[in-house]
């Protein structure tokens, strides 16, 4: 049964960074695509950013492009979400997502099978 398992998330300042892990079992990484949304409190989840199966393809919403990174490690089945320069706006809490023969080409929530159940991020001074 697939399951997805955030971690890596915690109370930063602002400039700071913070590296989100996003653990797959129950199905080998490599036939999916994975997302990471993340949603502030009273507003709408919005999708961050997507890695497509094979790990060449990525997407990166406006608000994070130039400051976050994603990478996908098969063999490890995890997927990484490297945050640096962040700010207090990136606050909220991630989620990873996981769509079967995902080509990371979309952050539609509407697309992803499972989700997480979150991690915390948190920036302020």
């Known amino acids: 049964q697939l399951q997805l398992v955030e971690s890596g998330g915690g109370l930063v300042q602002p400039g700071g960074s913070l590296r989100l892990s996003c653990v797959v079992s129950?199905?080998?990484?490599?036939?999916?695509?994975i997302g990471w949304f993340r949603q502030a409190p009273g507003k709408e989840r919005e999708g961050v950013s997507c890695?497509?199966?094979?790990?060449?393809?990525?997407v990166y919403s406006n608000s994070v492009k130039g400051r976050f990174t994603i990478s996908k490690d098969n063999a490890q089945n995890t997927v990484y979400l490297q945050m640096n320069a962040l700010k207090p706006e990136d606050t909220g809490v991630y989620y990873c997502?996981?769509?079967?023969?995902?080509?990371?080409?979309?952050?539609?929530?509407?697309?992803?099978?499972?989700w997480g159940q979150g991690t915390q991020v948190t920036v302020s001074s």
């Open positions: 890695i497509g199966m094979n790990g060449a393809s990525t």
């Open positions: 129950g199905v080998e990484l490599e036939y999916y695509g």
């Open positions: 997502a996981a769509e079967m023969y995902g080509l990371g080409t979309h952050l539609q929530p509407i697309g992803y099978d499972a």
